[in-house]
């Protein structure tokens, strides 16, 4: 954290993007989250995936509950909309929002206190009703603004700052939201933006549900010894199945890959999403596989990563509710109401 | 790359481009700071210390710290088309106008005489010859008199001060600041004597108690070189050499001149020359230069000044002849030229072949470059001299060809400036002190690097990391109705103290420097995300020029060292590109752990005296 505004001066190189902003253009209000917070790399992460898909900042909708990183959208993205709900609601106004006006990006940003407990329920109903959005939770396993308690993700058998042991079961994010039908589901770690950056593009870019767990070290109160959040205890656990090469087909591919090596997984939109596969035998788009596989790995101890689980024929929530193309909020009284001639003919109908 | 050594003492120096521009390595921010203070009595000795003459400098220097500032490399171009649509401030790319701040330190400090060196009480029985009062010779006194020297100081003009008090205008520089300056140098027991050297020989063959240890060559470059063109002879009444003709007007000799005045030369002087003529009655002035508007040797600012005079520049006009009737000047005649570019880069200029040009006018003034002259060095008394008649003179130690006889300033290797011959002043002393002590010259001292932690609480430091976003600060002009009347009139007002302040903040504090403990890192990414330019990297080792374009931030400025710290835990490297860093601290105000701190790198020069020796003195024991 810092008292400080960003200077507004930047490097004479920073390059502009198709609509003509710069990375800083997507910047938000300062910081006031605990210097080193693995959720500040997120905000930069965001702001880094928006800055490079060219999205016009209007057209994003930013929401979030309660906690530490449900205050990160104040830091990102300052020319964007913002609701910031009452503690685990973000789901549901989310979903709310996204019915009366389909055509804006839905960003719902949570973390495990907000979506893992007060907030499970409704995070549990937009995932499998296949809510069009961008659902990251920022995991530190941990409740960092009441000064350090578990949190419901907190493994098992890891150790509080203050050397206490967590005897409870922890609650895997990703194994819930594959069981829960969403369409996309990715784990990164917030001290690696080359993996997390093109999850977040392609997470965007998805249309459905599209869940990413980032865990995000607690630089206050889960950076220790015995922490199983820690920066250094997730970078030796950390196992990529994969990382984003490409992600829309227009991108020109530079790199020759051995047969095998590489998945392409088609979009709704016919573009294509590229994955470069660390372990040759995962599939990214066999949901029971891939939760065998997390299942196994977390057992080893291990922290797996990547993309985990994509369908290519997604369906959201609208197509679901066979919902107008045009947004609901734009539909006026004529639309609406079509008139005496017709309620006659549908009233006939019914005699 | 291998890890960048912070520890050496010219690392962190080169990230003061200023500093590192100055020849003498004046403490640029470090005064700076002061001033923002309101500290202007202690801004004012650390350049006094510096640099001998902040009040002169600080209206006459050729401010090469101004093109090296990275004030100037930081700002934004103003918006332009194509990015429109940012929202990015929009300021244009100027330094910090550091020489006008100079100037800030000296027109509002106390009186600082009692902080100046007293003349010693004991001598060390050593005589040293200085040989012309200008700054030069004057910035060797400053240093060697209070070390107990017997300096005497000679000058065929009546005043110390050379070139400062009788080629540069007053309008530009008061007497009072001249007096002033030199006083404070005279103060320190040093002999002045108004005599003109006839002879070196004669002063080497000294015997007894007359004879210098050593003797310091400080005459400058005194002549004005002319101009053989036909008519300059049957018209010489009405043609003078531009530093003569100033020297002339500075003592009074010349208070008038005609109405219709052609300069030629392109340089500062012309630019005097130009100016001082609009005062004694050139209504219709012009400069006329043989090259482009652009490559004359004149600082931009003083072309400026000359322009804002209502002063016409005009440009690829080579002299052909003087034209007069009756041995009275009637005008002169040019051939028009353009600049074409051979193969190797360099400029000819070729003749146009449109017809000649002819200008008329009562009176000449050749300003077109300044030699060296040397008729009272006689060539057969050890000083060996080049082809181009200059002597032969160590670019480090000052030292000529006669081990005791040390030369500096214009006097050493032709036409420079101010802060050129004060630096060369402090080298010659550090030589004649060594020299003195028995010591070899070569053997230079190192500067004194301090470095010092700013931080003073979670968000406090000890100097103001807020960027200002100020546009430079233009000092403001008296009205040339007033100027243009009295040539003793000073043009530039000066910052007044608030503007000073306001100024001062665009500095960017870049000797504050970033310093990174690779043990303390845990790889956040904190800086990187907050660092407003972008000059931060975790990425793998590599060889420098390929490590340069994959960072954050492509790190294409060369002449700036990018800083690469020993491998982390991740087998990554730490790099910082130093090229635009504003020094705001954000990197470590963000490291949760420290690895990052804000550290004043005071880079101090060692002067003549017992630390420059290689035998210190032996220090005394506390009782």
């Known amino acids: ?351 | 790359m291998k890890p960048t050594d912070i520890g050496a003492p010219d690392y962190f120096h080169k990230v003061v481009d200023c500093q590192w521009a100055c020849p003498a390595h004046t403490p640029v921010p470090e005064y700076i700071r002061l001033i923002a203070q309101g500290r202007y009595s202690d801004a004012y000795m650390v350049n006094w210390q510096s640099n001998v003459f902040p009040g002169i400098l600080g209206r006459t220097c050729d401010r090469p710290c101004e093109p090296a500032c990275r004030r100037g490399r930081v700002e934004d171009e103003p918006a332009a088309a194509s990015n429109a649509a940012s929202s990015v401030s929009s300021a244009s790319k100027e330094p910090v106008a550091i020489c006008r701040l100079k100037r800030v330190a000296a027109d509002y400090k106390d009186d600082i005489t009692s902080r100046l060196p007293k003349p010693p009480a004991k001598k060390n029985g050593k005589r040293i010859a200085l040989i012309g009062a200008g700054p030069a010779s004057l910035a060797v006194a400053r240093d060697l008199a209070p070390n107990g020297y017997h300096v005497t100081v000679f000058d065929e003009v009546a005043k110390a001060g050379g070139m400062i008090r009788t080629q540069i205008p007053r309008f530009r520089l008061p007497e009072e600041v001249i007096d002033e300056e030199v006083g404070y140098i005279l103060g320190l027991g040093i002999e002045f004597r108004h005599q003109r050297i006839e002879s070196l020989k004669a002063i080497l063959e000294m015997k007894g108690d007359d004879a210098y240890d050593a003797i310091f060559v400080g005459t400058g470059a005194p002549r004005g070189r002319d101009l053989d063109v036909p008519g300059r002879k049957e018209a010489s009444k009405h043609i003078h050499l531009g530093i003569d003709w100033l020297s002339s007007v500075s003592f009074g000799h010349v208070t008038k001149i005609a109405k219709r005045v052609i300069v030629l030369g392109g340089g500062n002087t012309a630019m005097d020359c130009c100016r001082t003529s609009r005062r004694l009655g050139g209504d219709d002035v012009k400069v006329i230069v043989r090259s482009g508007f652009e490559e004359m040797k004149a600082s931009p600012w003083e072309k400026e000044d000359a322009i804002h005079e209502g002063i016409p520049i005009l440009n690829f006009l080579v002299p052909k002849a003087f034209l007069h009737a009756n041995g009275k000047l009637t005008g002169m005649s040019f051939d028009k030229v353009k600049a074409e570019y051979d193969a190797k880069g360099r400029r000819n200029l070729v003749p146009t072949g449109e017809p000649e040009q002819v200008f008329e006018c009562d009176e000449v003034l050749i300003a077109v470059g300044q030699e060296n002259s040397f008729p009272w060095i006689e060539r057969d008394c050890g000083i060996e001299f080049d082809k181009w008649a200059m002597p032969k003179v160590d670019e480090k130690t000052m030292q000529s060809s006669v081990p005791k006889v040390f030369f500096g300033g214009d006097a050493a290797f032709g036409p420079k400036n101010i802060i050129w011959a004060v630096a060369h002043g402090h080298e010659a002393a550090i030589s004649i002190d060594k020299f003195c002590n028995g010591e070899d010259v070569a053997n230079r001292p190192p500067p004194m690097v301090n470095m010092m932690s700013q931080k003073m609480g979670i968000h406090e430091w000890s100097y103001d990391n807020q960027i200002s976003t100020d546009n430079r600060f233009k000092v403001p002009w008296r009205d040339t109705q007033i100027t243009l009347k009295n040539i003793k009139i000073e043009v530039e007002m000066g910052f007044d103290p608030l503007t000073g302040f306001k100024e001062a903040q665009r500095c960017l504090n870049c000797d504050v420097q970033t310093v990174f403990t690779r043990d303390l890192c845990i790889e956040c990414d904190a800086c990187v995300d907050i660092c407003p330019m972008d000059s931060i990297t975790f990425a793998a080792n590599g060889e420098e020029k390929e490590l340069r374009g994959r960072l954050t931030a492509p790190a294409d400025n060369l002449t700036q060292d990018i800083y690469v710290s020993p491998e982390l835990k991740t087998m990554r490297v730490m790099v910082k590109d130093e090229d635009v860093c504003l020094h705001c601290g954000l990197c470590a105000e963000r490291c949760p752990t420290g690895a990052w701190d804000m550290q004043k790198s005071l880079i101090q020069m060692t002067y003549a005296g017992p630390s420059c020796r290689d035998k210190h003195s032996p220090v005394k024991k506390a009782a």
């Open chain 1, 1 to 351: 954290m810092t008292y400080l505004l960003k200077p507004k001066l930047h490097h004479p190189t920073l390059p502009a993007n198709r609509l003509g902003y710069t990375r800083r253009d997507y910047e938000g209000k300062i910081s006031t989250l605990c210097a080193g917070c693995g959720h500040d790399s997120i905000s930069a992460a965001i702001i880094q995936a928006c800055w490079e898909l060219a999205i016009e900042p209007h057209k994003v909708a930013k929401l979030s509950g309660i906690g530490c990183s449900s205050k990160t959208p104040d830091y990102f993205l300052g020319n964007s909309h913002g609701f910031n709900t009452v503690h685990g609601r973000m789901p549901s106004v989310l979903t709310g929002a996204n019915l009366a006006n389909r055509e804006l990006l839905y960003l719902g940003v949570s973390g495990d206190g907000d979506s893992a407990s007060i907030g499970f329920g409704q995070f549990a109903h937009s995932i499998r009703r296949g809510v069009n959005m961008v659902y990251v939770v920022e995991n530190n396993g941990v409740y960092g603004l009441t000064k350090g308690q578990f949190s419901a993700t907190a493994d098992k058998g890891s150790k509080s700052k203050r050397g206490v042991l967590n005897s409870e079961e922890s609650i895997d994010m990703v194994m819930v939201a594959l069981q829960l039908g969403a369409t996309f589901v990715a784990r990164s770690f917030s001290g690696d933006k080359a993996q997390l950056v093109p999850l977040i593009r392609a997470a965007i870019e998805h249309k459905g549900s599209a869940f990413l767990d980032v865990i995000s070290p607690c630089v206050a109160f889960n950076n220790h010894e015995g922490s199983t959040r820690s920066y250094d205890y997730v970078r030796e656990h950390n196992e990529a199945v994969n990382r984003i090469d490409f992600i829309k087909t227009r991108d020109a591919i530079t790199t020759d890959y051995a047969p095998g090596t590489v998945q392409d997984v088609p979009q709704h939109d016919g573009s294509v999403l590229r994955l470069r596969k660390v372990d040759a035998g995962y599939d990214a788009s066999n949901r029971v596989t891939a939760m065998n596989y997390l299942q196994q790995r977390a057992q080893q101890g291990e922290i797996v990563t990547g993309l985990l689980y994509v369908n290519a024929d997604s369906e959201d929530l609208h197509h679901h509710l066979n919902t107008v193309d045009i947004p609901l909020n734009q539909l006026n009284s004529k639309d609406l109401c079509p008139g005496l001639a017709v309620l006659e003919k549908v009233n006939a109908a019914m005699r």
